[in-house]
């Protein structure tokens, strides 16, 4: 562990192919969620930085050779990213237990393979996509060529850093279009790699740019409001997607945005609840319940409300909330302070609207050495009025709310009642209904009788306060290209 923290004790920014120092060489600190011990200073760009950034994946679109090379030989290179990613997986998984507070675990098992396979999934996908051709009889020929936009900013948010931006980057480098990343604040470690790991595949100096500092007045405004950015992959809260739009309006830059969540876990009678409750149990505590598809509302049909609330609640006390490097944790902390408050200060608003606290709520009994982490336990409430607050607002933690319901049409009303609509789950076994509702329920992904399972050739993404566009497959290949039209005539 030393030997990995030393590599990312200092974090410089990735421009051009090689890692500089902040033009100002202002930097910024990052710590550990679980100690708030110090783990890195991380380089700000600044708005020169970032022009620099930009000017080079623009020489690098424009120049070649990663727009013009074969698709083969492009795809072969991003899928060599994939290999780098697996042979460095227990250091990358490591470092993203360190820096979120995940545990290491969920890190190594799902979300650094994961993110191998956003890479070489996108290259399959595009070396293998299928061209368009319509013969108009024996007088004209029209074809379909999809080409690269240009130069694409990826944001990220801090709740799954590498996992995310490998998601965007697949697509947009496999289509031939070069980026400049930008991790989220807390969470710099893993993505700062991603310049070393493309350079040894032998990406192109300049496709590839990394640059760490904040959001508004910062970093991350200077890439939406930077000329040479054609679009926009934005993954993060409502609120930021709102002020990306603004700034990127008067560049006309093309976005896609996948923002906050408040899913409904909709739980009736005829389920199965040996398998309800432990999915419900992890879509509302996996990484600290700081996912955006977390079940955080879970409706539950009132004649199985009170053996749902008993069972739920004592299956969260079971879980090992502790130190994210040990592999018998189950929930690590809170990301940071600053999340850490806003998560807890739920705990008041849903004192004042009168919910009933079922289980946690407190800060866990830890060792020593997690005395200083931003813990709190999972958290289990039960509330009446699906308007409150807590059912309404994503507080991305891990607190839970148990909504009783009588018909499908109430549980419906429920369900579509809040400003999000990016995922909902379903627990039934009565086929029709899981149909119905699906149906029913405004949001981009609805999952019956599981949760999280996903082909990544699906479409994904959010209905209203959710999101713009959709990723996955051929969604995120219309994202990062500008399909051409081209008629040939034949006599
Ligand atoms: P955030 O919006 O605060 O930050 C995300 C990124 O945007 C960071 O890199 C940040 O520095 C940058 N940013 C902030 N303001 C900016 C600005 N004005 N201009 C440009 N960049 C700016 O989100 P977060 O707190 O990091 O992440 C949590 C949110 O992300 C939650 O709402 C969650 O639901 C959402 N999320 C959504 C999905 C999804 O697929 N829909 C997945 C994961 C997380």
Known sequence: MAEVLARVREIKLFIDGHYRASSENKTFEVYNPATQELIANVHEATKEDV???????????????????????????????????????EELARLEALDVGKPFSVAYEFE?????????????????????????????????RYEPVGVAALITPWNLP????????????????????????????????????????????????????????????????????????????TSTGKAIMKNGADTLK?????????????????????????????????????????????????SIFDEFVDRFAAAARQLKVGDPQDSNTNMGPLVSKEHYEKVTSYLQIAESEHSTLICGGKRPELTEYLKDGYYLEPTVFVQEDPHA???????????????PF????????IANSTQ????????????????????????????????????????????????????????????FTEAKTICLALR
């Open 254 to 302: 093309r976005v896609s945005f996948e923002l906050g969540g408040k899913a409904a876990n909709i739980v009736f009678e005829d389920a199965d609840l040996d398998k309800a409750i432990p999915t419900s149990i992890r879509a509302a505590f996996l990484n600290s319940g700081q996912v955006c598809l977390a079940g955080s509302r879970i409706l539950v049909q009132r």
């Open 112 to 144: 650094i393979p994961r993110a191998a396979h956003n890479l070489s999934f996108f290259a399959d996908f595009i070396e293998h996509h299928p061209s368009e051709m319509y013969p108009m009889e024996e007088e004209f020929l029209n074809y379909t």
């Open 406 to 413: 009588d018909t499908e049409e109430e549980a419906l009303q």
């Open 51 to 89: 022009d620099r950034a930009c000017q080079a994946a623009r020489r690098a679109f424009e120049e070649g050779p990663w727009r013009t090379m074969t698709v083969k030989e492009r795809c072969a290179k991003v899928r060599r990213m994939a290999e780098i990613i697996m042979e460095r997986r």
């Open 389 to 403: 607050r807590i059912c309404q607002e994503e507080i991305f933690g891990p607190i839970v709310t148990l909504i």
């Open 162 to 237: 590498f996992m995310l931006t490998t998601w965007k980057l697949g697509p947009c480098l496999a289509t031939g279009n070069t980026a400049v990343i930008k991790p989220a604040e807390p969470t710099p470690l893993t993505v700062s790699l991603l310049g070393e790991i493309a350079k040894e595949a032998g990406i192109p100096d300049g496709v590839v740019n990394v640059v760490q500092g904040f959001g508004p007045n910062s970093t991350g405004e200077f890439m939406t409001t930077h000329p040479e950015v054609d679009l926009i992959s934005f993954t993060g809260e």
């Open 420 to 479: 999000y609509g990016l995922n909902g789950v379903v627990w039934t076994d009565n086929l029709q209904r899981a149909h119905r509702v699906a149906s029913k329920v405004r949001a981009g992904t609805i999952w019956v009788n599981c949760w999280f399972v996903r082909d990544l050739r699906v479409p994904f993404g959010g209905f209203k306060k959710s999101g713009i566009g959709r990723e996955g497959g051929h969604h995120s290949l219309e994202f």
